[in-house]
């Protein structure tokens, strides 16, 4: 038998002997206080998004009645004045299907001026509407004549009543107003409130990976709304068919794998669009790293930015001949390698933070329970995994 079966059959037998040890909706844990660190670079200090100097992350959670389990989720990229000292950034699409605000924009000019906000699908047009009324409402804005909301989305139906379109501007603008740099508030939160990862809870999740000083010593940050499906893998470990709960499986429905994920991503290496656009790509690594599908159901998004203030597009870099350093094609491999970890360590902790929800299918216009990933189980694969490691290097 190869080595990673043994893993398997070890780490299957090992959820069978655990017991009662973590209660299934009892205090959650991120993927390191279960053992779990995907990679081999540091994190950063609170191992999230906000780990980028400047970057602020503020969530309004909607819980109401039977029914209603959606949110927003806003993430600025520095506490400035975003339209006048606009951001580099770029879009990667895994699979399209979506609804990406903003996005021809991006592409065709390079630059974020707005928040990036997350919500439900079909709340994206509160979510614009939102945006571009905080927007037009600063201070010193009173010409602006246009406005890029950068808004994406994840469907929460299986457990919110979408159709209510329960999000409105007032909330979206809740968000931007109270985002803040310092610990994120992962799982069941803001825009993650009512989604589903892998049959189990989803939500937002977030990590980062810094550099050494050798390497630039620069900061990869990542955030995530995860409600997409597949066949489980954590760190390494086969864990959705451990567990029983995967893609495919004969006694589950077909569309599993359906649903989307949001990826945001920020880095305060002096990056400009286009290798904006290349790191972008590198996080679907860390999506596929989890296990997912990918499916023709699924919108799998990433959107990257840079906080660097030289490449920051200031009005008068705009108007003039712009002229600043940025890092060459020959040093970006390390950040690669960074937003790889970090986005399979955020979707990770969407998982493991997310608490068990009762909300409301929208298509079956019915109540429904979603669990969270059972914490108690997970630790015994990673431990069995980590043990028979460990007895194989002996």
Not at 127 to 144: F, K, P, S, Y
Not at 361 to 390: T, W, Y
């Amino acid at each position: 038998m190869s080595y990673a079966g043994r893993i398997i059959l070890a780490a299957a037998a090992a959820v069978g002997l655990v017991g009662a040890a973590m209660a299934q909706d009892g205090e959650r844990a991120r993927a390191r206080d279960l053992g779990a660190a995907p990679g081999v670079l540091p994190t950063g200090l609170l191992n999230a998004i906000t780990d980028v100097e400047g970057v602020r992350v503020g969530h309004v959670t909607l819980t109401e009645g039977e029914t209603i389990r959606t949110g927003v989720t806003a993430v600025l990229p520095h506490g400035g004045d975003l339209y006048m000292d606009k951001v580099p950034a770029a879009v990667a699409v895994g699979n399209g299907f979506g609804k990406l605000m903003g996005v021809t924009q991006i592409r065709e000019l390079g630059e974020i001026e707005t928040p990036v906000i997350l919500t439900n699908t079909l709340s994206v047009p509160a979510g614009a509407e939102g945006v571009i009324g905080w927007t037009l409402d600063q201070e010193g804005h009173e010409g602006i004549v246009s406005v890029n909301a950068v808004v994406g989305e994840t469907n929460d139906s299986r457990l919110n009543d979408i159709r209510a379109r329960a999000v409105t501007p007032d909330h979206v603008r809740e968000a931007i107003e109270t985002a803040a740099a310092g610990p994120v508030a992962e799982g069941a939160v803001g825009a993650g409130t009512g989604t589903v990862a892998f049959g189990w809870k989803g939500g937002i999740g977030t990590s980062s990976r810094a550099l050494p000083a050798s390497l630039g010593g620069y900061t990869v940050g990542v955030l995530v709304q995860s409600n997409f499906g597949g066949v489980l893998s954590i760190d390494g470990v086969k864990a959705g068919e451990a567990l029983g709960q995967y893609y495919l499986k004969e006694q589950l429905d077909s569309d599993r794998a359906d649903g989307s994920i949001m990826i945001v991503v920020a880095t305060d290496a002096p990056l400009d669009d286009r290798n904006l656009e290349r790191l972008a790509h590198r996080a679907l690594a860390g999506l596929a790293r989890t296990g997912a599908s990918m499916t023709n159901g699924s919108g799998d998004y990433v959107i990257a930015f840079s906080t660097a203030e030289p490449v920051r597009r200031t009005p008068a870099r705009r108007q003039g001949v712009e002229s600043y350093a940025k890092l060459g094609n020959d040093r970006v491999s390390p950040l690669f390698q960074a937003v790889i970890e970090a986005t399979e360590e955020a979707i990770l902790n969407s998982l493991f933070m997310a608490e068990s929800v009762t909300g409301y299918d929208s298509a079956a216009r019915e109540a429904r329970h979603i669990e969270a990933i059972p914490l108690d189980k997970v630790r015994a694969l990673i431990e069995a995994r980590n043990g028979q490691a460990k007895t194989e290097d002996e």
